[in-house]
């Protein structure tokens, strides 16, 4: 079996010194790649220099938030199936 190299997740490591492993494909930064190519975090492939704390912690925030308005609109989304299920739409 092989398993994927996990690397540490950057802006993490620079703006709170902890070891994060890259959360990837569940990363708002994750690009998934095609048939052809791997995925990549956006921001490597963009060449984005993370290590100015000031910017690395703008975008974990912004990962932050975007992750937690993903999930708010997932749950939303599950409530509405099950709604549905039961035959109360809403």
């Known amino acids: 079996m092989n398993k994927i190299e996990s690397k540490p997740c950057t802006i993490r490591l620079?703006?709170?010194g902890k070891i994060e492993d890259c959360p990837r494909d569940r990363c708002v930064f994750w690009d998934?790649?095609?048939a052809w190519a791997d995925g990549m975090?956006?921001?490597e492939r963009l060449g984005v220099d993370v290590s100015r704390p000031d910017l690395a912690g703008y975008l974990?925030?912004?990962r932050d938030r975007l992750e937690h308005e993903?999930?708010?609109s997932e749950a939303e989304e599950a409530h509405r199936r099950f709604s549905r299920r039961l035959g109360r739409d809403i």
């Open 41 to 43: 975090c956006v921001l």
């Open 14 to 16: 620079v703006t709170e």
């Open 70 to 72: 993903r999930d708010v």
């Open 32 to 34: 998934a790649g095609t």
């Open 60 to 62: 974990v925030e912004t």
